[in-house]
C-alpha cells in the first residue's frame, strides 16, 4: 500500500505515505527468503562441496565419498521438502520457479558427469539421463503458453530411482551391493526413457489442444 486514509492524513485525499517504495521492496525480499528459496540455496550450494569430496584423493576415497554420499543424501531430502512447503504454505516465488529445477539438475548432473569420469558410470546412461530431463524442461516452456504439464506418478518413480541408483554409485559399494545399485540404475534408466516419451506425448497433445483452441476463438471472434 503506497498512502493512507484521508481520514488518518488530515486530508479529503490519499497521500503517499513516506517510504512507501521501501516498504513494498521489504516485503517483496522477505518473500524472497522463505524456508523453500532457502532450501533451494542451501541446495545449489552443496553442489560444488558435493563434486570436491567425490573427486578427492582422486574419487577412491571411501571416507570422501561417503561424505559425499552425505551432502547428496541432503539435497535430494531438500528436493523434497522445498517444493511442497512453496506450495503448502504459498510460498511459491519467481525466483522459487527457476532456481528449485536448476538446483534439481544441477546436483544429479554433476553426481553422473562425475562418476562417469571416474570410471564408475558408463557415459551413455550419463548421457540418456542428462538429454531426457534437459529435453522434457525445453519441452515444458515450449508449451507453457498452452498449460502445464503435471507431474506423473512415473516421474515422481523415476526421480526416486534416480536419486537411490546414483547415491549408491557414490558410495564406494562392492560385492552384492555393487551388483545391486547396477539393477538399480537400470531401473532407473528404463523409467527415464518411458517417461520421457510420456512426457513427449502429452507435449503434443497439450500443443495440438492449445493451437485448436486458439483457432475456435479466433472463429468465433470473426
Known sequence: MTGVPASAA???GRTPAPGGKLGAAAV????????????TMIRLVLVPGFVMLLLADGGYDPAMRAWAWAAFAVAMITDIF?????RTYNLVTDFGKIADPIADKA???AALICLSLL??????????????ELGITLMRFWVIRHGVIPASRG?????????????MYVLALTGPLATLRFW???VAVVLTVVTGLDYVRQAIV???????????AGGSAL
Open 10 to 12: 488530515g486530508g479529503t
Open 28 to 39: 517483496n525480499q522477505a518473500s524472497l527468503w522463505n524456508i523453500a528459496n532457502i532450501l
Open 82 to 86: 522445498d517444493g511442497h512447503l512453496a
Open 107 to 109: 546436483i544429479m548432473g
Open 119 to 132: 570410471g564408475d558410470l558408463p557415459w551413455w546412461v550419463t548421457g540418456v539421463i542428462l538429454f531426457r
Open 155 to 167: 516421474g515422481k518413480l523415476k526421480t526416486l530411482a534416480q536419486g537411490t541408483a546414483t547415491g
Open 184 to 186: 538399480v540404475m537400470a
Open 206 to 216: 497439450l500443443r495440438r489442444k492449445g493451437l485448436a483452441a486458439q483457432r475456435a
